[in-house]
Each structure stands twice: as C-alpha cells, then as structure tokens.
Nanobody, 126 residues
Framework: QVQFVESEGGLVQPGGSLKLSCAAP????????LGWFRQAPGKEREGVSC??????????YYADSVKGRFTISRDNAKNTVYLQMNSLKPEDTAVYYC?????????????????WGRGTQVTVSS
C-alpha cells in the first residue's frame, strides 16, 4: 500500500495562497493518477483535483468549486504531487488528503480510493 507524506497546511487569510505537496517515498507513481480530496467538519469527502498519469495524457481535473483558483502538478522524478491554492476562501477550510488511483474518475467528484495520506489542515480565516 502506498504511503503518502503530506506537507503542513496552515492558517491563511481569505484571498491568500498556499501550496501543498505530497510525496510517496519508495513508490513509483508514474502510472498512477494523483489527486487531492478534502473533508470539512460535518461534510462528506469532496474530490478537489486530479492529474492523470504522465503515461496517459497528464490531463488535469478540478472540482467546480476550485476551478480557476487551484492548480495541480506532479514531479515524477520526485514522486510528488502539488496543489497550488490561490484566492483561498473560508469555504476551502478542510483537511486535505492526497491519494493515487488508476484513473481520475476514482478521485473526482467523490473519492472512492483505498489509500490516502494522514491529511493536512488548511484553515482560511481572518
């Protein structure tokens, strides 16, 4: 099972930016789609973004709620996926988890995955 190591989240003011990273030491993720989902208190898990395998077409997908504000990218040499979050809103407050799957439709719109990281808290508040 893949072990994910996520970067620290943090407290950000509305309108601010934050970049998350997630590595998978010892695992080769080239053939996997990589993505992020989040869960806010009292809410269901929500797929946020996904990037398909570089051996596929490397397409990116976003939830409508983050489209135009978040950017996902991957560095296969580092077995790492990133999520650049700009123009953050209070409703982005959640625990963010990274994950991997064969295809992005397993991550978005609702994650149906078998493994994910410990999660990192992102709080958007003034």
């Amino acid at each position: 099972q893949v072990q994910f190591v996520e970067s620290e989240g943090g407290l950000v003011q509305p309108g601010g930016s934050l970049k998350l990273s997630c590595a998978a030491p010892g695992f080769t993720l080239d053939y996997y789609a990589l993505g992020w989902f989040r869960q806010a208190p009292g809410k269901e898990r929500e797929g946020v973004s996904c990037i398909s395998s570089s051996h596929s077409d490397g397409s990116t997908y976003y939830a409508d709620s983050v489209k135009g504000r978040f950017t996902i990218s991957r560095d296969n040499a580092k077995n790492t996926v990133y999520l650049q979050m700009n123009s953050l809103k209070p409703e982005d407050t959640a625990v963010y988890y990274c994950t991997a799957a064969w295809t992005c439709d397993t991550i978005l719109p609702v994650p149906r995955v078998d493994s994910w990281g410990r999660g990192t808290q992102v709080t958007v508040s003034s």
